[in-house]
């Protein structure tokens, strides 16, 4: 069973930073997709980021220009850099991957943007 294990949430204030990490516990390459979802109280989770076929990205309106989605191949492990946070930003963030039909989820990590 594929396991994605996230780190790197916190508490931080409005216009910080913060760096998730995801580690997988199979090769990156076996996903077709990956990427980064959150979901804040009474929201519906939501596509932050994603690399899909190709290595093309993806990113939200909401986030574009502030996060950036990376990953490092020979270590299994997705990032996900977040700048100038929000508020609104608040959130469990999740870290998903796509092999074939099956999709696999992190625990999650929660980011509070709070002063």
């Known amino acids: 069973q594929v396991q994605l294990v996230e780190s790197g949430g916190g508490l931080v204030q409005p216009g910080g930073s913060l760096r998730l990490s995801c580690v997988a516990s199979a090769s990156i390459f076996s996903f077709s997709a990956m990427g980064w979802f959150r979901q804040a109280p009474g929201n519906e989770r939501e596509l932050v980021a994603s690399f899909i076929s190709g290595g093309s990205t993806n990113y939200a309106d909401s986030v574009l220009g502030r996060f950036t989605i990376s990953r490092d191949n020979a270590k299994n492990t997705l990032f996900l850099q977040m700048n100038s946070l929000k508020p609104e930003d608040t959130a469990v963030y999740y870290c998903?991957?796509?092999?074939?039909?099956?999709?696999?989820w992190g625990q999650g990590t929660q980011v509070t943007v709070s002063s």
């Open positions: 998903w991957g796509r092999s074939g039909f099956r999709h696999y």
